[in-house]
């Protein structure tokens, strides 16, 4: 028996030993990771100091090899805007897991921010091999090829995420590219894409509905903005766009009411203070407009928008020295636009400078092939000078643009306008009543005798509800514009 017992003493020793390097291996396997819980639930909560903290021990005990404690630092340098050094981290990550997709994501999201997209995209490429199913990849190298300017390969990737999952900023980003080609039709259609897939999205409702105003399909896009505010009752940029189609169609109070809930929300936006001026404008508080106009001026200095209206509203109050610094101000950044250039002429007639003004004229009508006002106001100023012939040329220009456009059925024309075209025809002897055939804005105004002595009275067309019309154009076109302009925002993976 005591020969029996003995190989089980024996054996008893043998198997502890063979437990002891077992337990002793056991904490060093877990060691890299074992504070990665709390790391993450700091980082969570948003207490970065005592993240940060204990990323700091974490590396100390890992001699810096723990992959997640540099993770989240390199996250956390990010938000702070060390945007270096998050970069430098993020490829520490890359090294210690070179087949880890997420870590190359935001070495390429680090290289964006830092203005550098084309080896942004070289590494969002190196991404899309090792993970071929992740649409945030193609969303951001879509982005990435935007900023540089390559629109159909933009398209191609960003086609490529809607494919593998669909989400609104990928349609945002998608509309963006048509709306920076031109191409108004292919981004509502794919913004109507958009909002069939997600009708709750303030975002996308108030853009489609903006475009539908753009077109001048005024009952869709009051539909769209309408729905869009109903989401989100305090949603500016609906109800700017909202208010600024009433003040398209006269109705300023409303206007003005609508502005004043932008107004509590952005106090320091410029197309609001300019779409307010001039609500003013049309209300014929040219004081008051001038005081809104200015204020937009100061907050966005180079907007030639802005500075059209001040130019107009100046030239309503003849203050024509005014009016010239701020046209020439909008000339310099808009120098395609012919309009611009016929009220520089007016106030520069106005101001007896009738060469520079003849000058504008000519540079007003190279621009502009289909206003008549241009060619009416400048035969009137070549009439005035004695120079016949010149003016008879003008005034069977305008003939020719009104005969184009008359058949345009929402078409009107101003009463001054055409009564001051009336008095020159008659006065150049080639009839009162060649191409006015249509019904005009004030059917009451009546005929007045011609008068060939008064420069002034045959200026009177420039301080009229047609310039004025116009001005209520320039002024809604601030909501026609898509938030294009801003920064586009790639998709934030931490």
Known sequence: MAEERHPTRTQFPASAETQKPHLKKAPEFPILEKQNWLIHLHYIRKDYEACKAIIKQQLQETQGLCEYAIYVQALIFRLEGN???SL??????????????DNLKQVARSLFLLGKHKAATEVYNEAAKLNQKD???YHNLGVCYIYLKQFNKAQDQLHHALQLNRHDLTYIMLGKIHLLVGDLDKAMEIYKKAVEFSPENTELLTTLGLLYLQVGIYQKAFEHLGNALTYDPINYKAILAAGSMMQT??????ALTKYRVVASAVPESPPLWNNIGMCFFGKKKYVAAISCLKRANYLAPFDWKILYNLGLVHLTMQQYASAFHFLSAAINFQPKMGELYMLLAVALTNLEDTENAKRAYDKAVCLD?????????Y????????????ALTQYQEMEKKVNLLKDSSSLEYDSEMVEMAQKLGAALQVGEALVWTKSVKDPKSKQRTTSTSKASGFQQPLGSNQALGQAMSSAAAYSKLPSGKERSQMKNLS
């Open 83 to 85: 945007i270096q050094e």
């Open 369 to 377: 092939k289909y206003n008549p006002l241009i060619n009416l106001n």
């Open 249 to 254: 169609h006269g109705d300023f109070d409303v």
């Open 135 to 137: 649409w945030e990849i």
């Open 88 to 101: 430098e981290l993020f490829q520490t990550c890359a090294v210690l897991s070179p087949q880890c997709a």
């Open 379 to 390: 035969a009137v100023l070549l009439y005035n000078q004695g120079e016949k012939r010149d």
